[in-house]
């Protein structure tokens, strides 16, 4: 090698354009902020439910045994977060690219150039989700309103975006809203 070459160190970096452009196709976009929080709301309802009975199971279990099943209470805490991780990790990881509430609202989540997304992708994105909407509240949906492709401060540092779904997407270009 002659001094004139450049010198690598070793690393490859292969930078992806954006696969979603909002000006080109502003139907992925379209009501995506208003529809996730509609989404939020029924997943969480989906992630209690069962945390919920688990709770009333050991509350019972402890009237039983005479209070020895409350010990088990300690172990609700960190089931409810387990619980929580697999059920985005395996929902977001799924063809759908989505959770339950993502689909019944016609959104599905892809990595910012175009892939969709997969099992540890989606347990990483719940996990800065709640470490930034503690630190951070109001300000991770405020972000969404202030770029273009409506991201949330959580999708920007895990390199995500929620889009409408195909079907939606289709019918929103077209000008017929699905019901």
């Known amino acids: 090698m002659t001094d004139s070459q450049p010198r690598g160190i070793g690393v490859s970096i ?18 995506v902020l208003a529809r996730r929080c ?10 209690m439910l069962p945390v919920a009975f688990a709770a009333l199971f050991i509350f019972f279990l402890g009237l039983v045994t005479f209070l ?6 300690w172990l609700l805490y960190p089931g409810t977060i387990v619980w929580a991780l697999v059920y985005c990790g395996s929902t977001l990881g799924s ?3 989505a959770t339950v509430g993502m689909r019944v609202m016609d959104l599905e989540m892809r990595t910012w150039y175009g892939t969709p997304a997969y099992f540890v ?29 409506h991201r949330l401060l959580h999708d920007i540092l895990v390199g995500t975006v929620v889009v409408n779904n195909p079907v939606r997407a289709r019918a929103l270009r077209m000008g017929h809203p699905p019901a």
């Open 14 to 31: 292969d930078l992806k354009p954006h696969a979603y452009d909002p000006l080109a196709n502003p139907e992925l976009f379209q009501g």
């Open 38 to 47: 509609i989404a939020f709301v029924i997943d969480i309802v989906i992630i």
């Open 68 to 73: 020895l099943g409350w010990a088990l209470f």
């Open 95 to 97: 063809p759908a690219s």
């Open 121 to 149: 992708l989606g347990a990483v994105h719940a996990i800065v989700f709640w470490i930034t909407i503690s630190v951070l509240t109001p300000l991770v949906l405020v972000v969404g309103l202030l770029n273009e492709r």
